[in-house]
């Protein structure tokens, strides 16, 4: 009887109260999944501010390309702006040489070591130093400051004063011939490749002799070159006589009437000759053909320093170098390799080569050279 009347009393309770119940879980979950939502929401929203800020790095990154692309097209236009490396060491040395108030020992030892540091040897250094030395003990010179602009007057007047012309005899009749000689690495090829585009543009045939056969890959890079330049190619097997490859050459531009032949030669043999002896006969075999050595062009990596004068100087020996092509001044080269090499071996620098591309070949101009150096 109780329980009953306890059932019949709570059943409406305990329904009331599993309503209630049900509600609130209703409820919660509504209120979790929104509390939920509201958690992820800065979430999306961080990662679209994410992504803004990607895009504005996106941005800035091309935007830091595009003008590093835009310094690069201004820089191309000037040497100055090519040596820019070359000068921050070089000036740079020379300018803290040259801060203290009067002249002293001090003074003429922090220029000397600048000069060497800035890779312009020994004796050019001291060759260039001499007669600043007299002006100051004249006192034509008293304050350091004017020691810099007696300094580049001077490195100006040490420059060769021969003429850089390339060496083209047109009443010839038969292909002049340009050797192109240097150890492994310098820029041979990539010099007769943008020779070789230059001479086209100026309205000579060209033919290149791929004369390095130490490996087959050589030849394949003479030939892209001579592709992109218009010229014609002529190639032996590799491991083949060098000599003999030149000489084909110089035959077939002869029988073609092609105005100009650029040989390629090896910085390194496969067998146990002496490379200058191969390089002289080279030399040997290609003036004794149809056609006549008119230039012999060292090419030399600026970036090897004083190496360079070393090697200038076993090359010249052997071949009776007409020329010097500096290589990859572009890059982290000093510079002063220039006066060593003018002033110690009295052979004219013709060409510069300031980077990788077919242009990237000009004239030297010694004027110009010396204060892009300084300023
Ligand atoms: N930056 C720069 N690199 C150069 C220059 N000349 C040549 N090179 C590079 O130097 C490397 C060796 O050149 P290569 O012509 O094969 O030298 P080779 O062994 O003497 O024939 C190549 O990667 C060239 O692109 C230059 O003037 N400036
Ligand atoms: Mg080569």
Request: aromatic fraction near 4%; charge should be neutral.
């Amino acid at each position: 009887m109780l329980a009953q009347f306890v059932a019949a009393d709570t059943a409406p309770k305990i329904l009331l109260l599993l309503a209630l119940l049900v509600s609130i879980f209703g409820i919660g979950i509504v209120v979790f999944s929104r509390r939920n939502r509201a958690a992820t929401k800065p979430r999306t929203s961080q990662r679209i501010s994410q992504q803004a800020s990607q895009v504005t790095r996106m941005t800035e990154d091309q935007s830091t390309s595009k003008s590093a692309i835009n310094s690069t097209i201004e820089e191309d236009l000037s040497v100055r702006g090519r040596l820019s490396k070359a000068r921050s060491t070089f000036a740079g040395a020379i300018a803290t040489a040259l801060t203290s108030s009067s002249i002293t020992q001090q003074t003429w030892d922090d220029l000397e070591e600048a000069l060497l540091r800035a890779d312009v040897g020994v004796a050019s250094t001291a060759r260039v130093l001499a007669p600043l030395r007299e002006l100051v003990k004249t006192k034509k010179i008293t304050q350091p400051s004017d020691l810099m602009s007696a300094l580049q007057n001077e490195m100006a007047a040490q420059l060769s004063q021969n003429s850089r012309e390339l060496n083209f005899d047109s009443s010839l009749g038969t292909p002049n011939i340009w050797l192109v000689v240097g150890v492994n690495g310098a820029g041979k090829t990539t010099t007769i490749g943008k020779l070789s585009a230059q001479q086209h543009a100026i309205g000579r045939s060209v033919l290149l002799a791929a004369g390095d056969t130490f490996r087959a890959a050589a030849g394949e890079q003479l030939e892209t070159w001579a592709l992109r330049s218009g010229a014609e190619i002529v190639r032996g097997a590799e491991g083949g006589d060098p000599s003999s490859v030149i000489f084909d050459g110089v035959a077939r531009a002869t029988s073609r009437k092609i105005d100009l032949v650029l040989a390629d030669t090896a910085g390194r043999l496969q067998n146990n000759t002496n490379l200058m002896e191969e390089l002289a006969k080279v030399r040997r075999v290609a003036d004794k053909g149809s056609g006549k050595v008119t230039e012999v062009l060292l090419v030399i990596d600026a970036t090897t320093g004083q190496n360079g004068l070393t090697q200038a100087k076993q090359f010249s020996l052997a071949t009776r170098v007409t020329g010097v092509v500096l290589t990859k001044l572009d890059g982290s080269a000093k510079g002063g390799i220039v006066f060593a090499i003018e002033t110690e071996l009295q052979i004219p620098i013709k060409l510069v080569g300031l980077g990788e591309t077919i242009d990237d070949l000009i004239a030297f101009d010694a004027q110009e050279f010396v204060s892009a150096l300084f300023m």
